[in-house]
């Protein structure tokens, strides 16, 4: 079946990295992506991996993909304020098929 | 600023009523997808349209539809509305030609809540 979870919430201090972890069950996922969704808003993708590669690395994002343990993580360096919101990873079998998405980590970062 | 526009931003039905939610997207914008997204989970897909037809949709009731015109807006219409159909109602359109979910803009949704 396809299931993607996420830990509920983490905090951390302004400056430090953030750590948000995804595990998914469907092993013919292909793409893996992280969305951020602030108050009132949208969803804003973040980045995406495919499933042949093991990390990317966008400016302060750092995503890497343990394919055969079926984990992402999204690093965030040097957390800022601007920051705290919630995270979804997701997943799709191709670039036609619907997200899977997971339940989403609030992320809240303090001074 | 995404180009996507939702209305109304909110709303209220009572259980047994119809509701119709709208999505402005950008010119050019040939496929959109709709997503519901229930209070503290993720997103889930509704279904996607391309060129006016439905092409793809989640696990939702027959009482979901949807239309797509060729102002390149959009609406999403629920009968027979429940409470569980309380939710934030997204939706995301992408250029024709590029990917539907990497390359999706995203509206602000709109939240529909039924009592």
């Known amino acids: 079946g396809e299931d993607v979870e996420q830990s509920l919430f983490l905090s951390v201090r302004e400056g430090d990295s953030s750590v948000i972890n995804c595990t998914y069950t469907?092993?013919?996922?292909?793409?893996l992506y992280w969305y951020k969704q602030e108050p009132g808003a949208g969803l804003q993708l973040l980045t995406y991996?495919?499933?042949?590669?093991d990390m990317k690395q966008d400016q302060r994002l750092t995503v890497l993909l343990n394919k055969k343990d079926k984990h992402l993580s999204l690093r965030i360096a040097d957390t800022q304020t601007g920051d705290s919101a919630i995270y979804f990873c997701?997943?799709?079998?191709?670039?036609?098929?619907?997200?899977?998405f997971g339940t989403g980590t609030r992320l809240q970062v303090f001074p | 600023e995404t180009g996507v526009t939702q209305s109304p931003t909110h709303l209220i039905k009572t259980r047994g009523q119809q509701v119709t939610l709208r999505c402005s997207s950008q010119?050019?914008?040939?496929?959109v997808s709709w997503y519901q997204q229930a209070l503290g989970q993720g997103p889930q897909f509704i279904f996607q349209?391309?060129?006016?037809?439905?092409?793809g949709r989640g696990n939702f009731p027959p009482r979901f539809s949807g239309l797509q015109f060729p102002n390149y807006s959009s609406e999403l219409n629920v009968n027979a509305l429940e409470l569980d159909d309380s939710a934030l109602y997204l939706c995301?359109?992408?250029?024709?030609?590029?990917?539907?979910?990497?390359?999706?803009?995203f509206g602000q949704g709109t939240r529909l809540t039924v009592v």
């Open positions: 991996i495919f499933s042949n590669m």
């Open positions: 997701a997943e799709s079998r191709s670039n036609t098929d619907k997200l899977i």
């Open positions: 995301a359109s992408s250029l024709e030609g590029r990917n539907p979910f990497t390359e999706a803009f």
């Open positions: 010119s050019g914008h040939n496929t």
């Open positions: 469907d092993s013919s996922s292909t793409y």
């Open positions: 349209y391309y060129r006016e037809e439905e092409n």
